[in-house]
């Protein structure tokens, strides 16, 4: 009887905590409509867990406003970006990578914000860095805190 109460507890225990990784960690592949564009956006931002808290409100706001749109050109490559009002440069991105007309890889620092290490053909490498210029401007902020304007030209450079 001893050995039975052991394993159930085991069993318990295992059932929970795979029920709490998953709520914590999962990742659905649903895909949000947009009637309007035509696009299909599965769940932007599902790959940096520490901007994930934003996804509801962007959905939310894709669906409640008209999107925005601006250029971001990279290696010779010229693509449009769709999103809603107030979004940020990361998460305008995101959504262009999850529609599959984006490529770009990096790594997300908890307090700091999301670093781009590569986007379309550019990579750093050899003591050259990306930096991104919105407008012609350099930026002075990180990807995941530049928002978007209407109109806006991001454009990536090695230096």
Partial sequence: MKKYSKNLIFIFLVAVAFL???ILFGNSEENISLEATGMIVPNALSSVPSQRNGVKELREKI???ELESATLSAGGSAINLSFPAGATLYEAMSLARDV???S???KNYPGLGFLVTEIENLHGSGGKYLFYYING???SVGVS???LKDGD???WKLK
């Fill in 100 to 102: 599959g007309s984006l």
């Fill in 104 to 106: 770009f890889t990096g």
């Fill in 20 to 22: 709490i990784f998953t």
């Fill in 145 to 147: 805190t530049q928002k």
């Fill in 153 to 155: 030209v991001i454009e």
């Fill in 63 to 65: 669906f409640s406003s």
């Fill in 137 to 139: 401007e350099e930026a």
